[in-house]
């Protein structure tokens, strides 16, 4: 029949096709005299959120909606790829609400970064893209770490009102709700989902002691993350899972250095000085002269250069050429979603190159 059959949980439809995204139950569950959907299943049972993404259309429809309620919202970015992880728009739709920004995956980053000269980054970007958080954390969901400290703060700052999570996919939000349910409740089972009239339908609602809400919102899909580039089995190449371990480059002028196929950095001119690259430790970084490197990608992208997969290369999109020139001390050239790359002295005119829609920036070094 076409009666469209809901969760009971969350209210959404619930389809048997497609596991990773919203309204997913498996066909067999559908026999069952209550239905939910595997989102609200693992919630229940599990005491853990799971990430689904949305639309574009779909998610500007929940942010607006946030904006309209009295609440705390808590935007969670990958400090890794801070500009491609953040939310466009966030700071209108927040209205007049207090935002927390919380920077995840501080595990990866090597011990030698200044964790308080990443804050203060973190605070004069947010800025430039218009918001002005009330506070930032850095924190590793993963690893637990400044975990109960950002709970904490978010007690706090949401002063007897709900809070809306955010963020978008792979920024670790699940994981980060997850520790935050833990700390909250122990190993006891008392998450129940409920359908709350009037709210959107595809958040979900994890009660706070007070009768208030910690409300997980799907994640949207940044379309120019490096990360949708690669296959999924190639992420460890672009999102490393350990401490970065820094790479230090002597060049001469007019050397390149390819990073896997997804970027390629060209050195024109300086004077022979290094270049310390914070890459994932897995990514293969190779190095060529600059009037070779234009040929070399041209016939071994997706082989000696990869990610991509040879499969992938028809697809890939084209790198783009952004050229600078380096005119501070200590200055980083960050790949979004990559990397970033430390120049010591000023006076190196540089070339990066990267997937079309990603961006390359320059900031003052984080050491
Ligand atoms: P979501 O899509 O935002 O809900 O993100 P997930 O919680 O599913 O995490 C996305 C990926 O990032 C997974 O591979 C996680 O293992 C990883 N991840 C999450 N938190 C951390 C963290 O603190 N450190 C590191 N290194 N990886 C993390």
Redesign the pocket.
């Known amino acids: 029949s076409d009666q469209q059959i809901v969760c009971t949980g969350c209210g959404v439809k619930i389809q048997t096709e497609e596991p990773e995204q919203l309204g997913y139950a498996p066909s067999s569950s559908l026999e069952k005299e209550v239905v939910v959907c595997q989102r609200c299943f693992r919630l229940k049972h599990y005491n853990e959120?799971?990430?689904v993404?949305l639309t574009d259309d779909d998610f500007l429809k929940i942010l607006n909606g946030i904006g309209q309620k009295d609440a705390l919202i808590v935007k969670?970015v990958?400090i890794f790829d801070f500009n491609g992880s953040w939310l466009p728009g966030i700071q209108r739709f927040a209205g007049k609400n207090p935002v927390v920004l919380i920077g995840?995956?501080?595990?990866?980053v090597p011990k030698s970064v200044n964790q308080n000269k990443l804050i203060e980054w973190m605070k004069k970007e947010s800025k430039e893209l218009g918001l002005v958080p009330k506070d930032v954390f850095l924190?590793?969901?993963?690893?637990g770490?400044n975990i109960s400290e950002a709970a904490a703060a978010i007690d706090e700052y949401r002063n007897g009102k709900d809070v809306y999570v955010v963020?978008?996919?792979?920024?670790?939000?699940?994981?980060?709700?997850?520790r935050i349910i833990k700390e909250v409740t122990g190993e006891e089972d008392v998450i129940t989902t409920s359908h709350f009239p009037g709210t959107t339908l595809d958040t979900i609602q994890i009660p706070l002691d007070d009768g208030k809400s910690l409300i997980d919102t799907p994640?949207i899909i940044n379309h120019h993350q490096m990360a949708h580039f690669v296959d999924k089995r190639d992420?460890k190449f672009i999102?490393?899972?350990?401490e970065i371990k820094p790479k230090v480059y002597q060049l001469n002028e007019e050397q390149t250095l390819f990073f896997g196929g997804l970027a390629r950095f060209d050195y024109l001119s300086g004077g022979r000085r290094s270049f310390t690259c914070y890459l994932s430790n897995e990514l293969n970084i190779h190095r060529t002269k600059l009037e070779k490197a234009d040929e070399l990608y041209k016939n071994h992208v997706g082989e000696l250069l990869t990610p991509p997969r040879e499969e992938q290369v028809n697809e890939f999109p084209e790198l783009v050429r952004y050229e600078f020139s380096i005119k501070e001390p200590k200055t980083d050239i960050v790949f979004s979603g990559l990397g970033w790359m430390t120049v010591n002295e000023a006076g190196a005119k540089i070339a990066a190159h990267v997937p079309k829609g990603v961006q390359v920036m320059l900031r003052k070094s984080l050491i």
């Not at 995840?104 to 990866?108: E, L, P, Q, R, V």
């Not at 924190?139 to 690893?143: D, F, G, P, Q």
């Not at 963020?167 to 997850?178: D, H, L, Q």
Request: aromatic share 2%; net charge positive.
């Open positions: 959120v799971q990430d993404s969670i990958d995840n995956k501080a595990d990866i924190v590793s969901a993963a690893k770490k963020g978008c996919t792979n920024v670790g939000k699940s994981t980060f709700i997850n994640g992420l999102t490393p899972k350990k």
